[in-house]
Each structure stands twice: as C-alpha cells, then as structure tokens.
C-alpha cells in the first residue's frame, strides 16, 4: 500500500495538504504535466490559488517542476506493508 511520508504533511497547512493529495492521486510516482486550472477547479480555488500552493510544495521541496511538467519528491510516497497501516490506524 502507498502512503504519503508524515514528515511531508508535518510542513503543510490544510490547503496544501490537500493539493498534494490531489497529486498524489493524479502523479503518483511519475512525472507529467498537470492542468492547474483543471485541478483548481476539481479542488474548488481559484487557478491563482492552486499555483500559490504548488510554490508552497515547490519551497518545501516535496514537488519538484521542470519546464511544464511535475513530480513528487522522492521519499514523499512511500510503501507501507499491512501491519504498519494497522499501527496507523489503530
């Protein structure tokens, strides 16, 4: 199972967090170009917004852009086997 590393969200704020799950869904471990208008809208803020949090991620090293296309940093989504995911939930 993915997850997302906990010291990634420790540095977010809830928009941010919720932008970078948004990438994980659509990124995963890729890299391509992301429609920040498309994903603004999906998330509800406007395409301003969506880009000021993506420079936040940007800052905090846990997206990485290149020309027009977009990664997560290494070690943002890591695997965790199914006793672990039970000590997180639990």
């Known amino acids: 199972m993915k997850a997302i ?3 990634a969200l420790a540095k977010l704020n809830n928009p941010e967090t919720n932008v970078l799950l948004l990438l994980v869904d ?4 890729r890299c391509e ?10 998330l509800g803020i ?4 969506f880009k000021y ?4 991620l940007k800052r905090a090293r846990i997206v ?6 977009m ?4 070690g943002i989504i890591i ?12």
């Open 64 to 69: 990485i852009v290149a020309g027009d296309k």
């Open 26 to 29: 659509r990124l995963g471990t």
């Open 53 to 56: 949090h993506i420079d936040k």
């Open 46 to 49: 406007t395409r301003n917004a």
């Open 79 to 90: 695997e965790i086997n199914e006793e672990e995911q039970r000590e997180e939930s639990g």
């Open 5 to 7: 590393n906990k010291s």
């Open 71 to 74: 990664k997560l940093s290494d």
């Open 33 to 42: 170009r992301i429609d920040y208008g498309a994903l603004a809208e999906e």
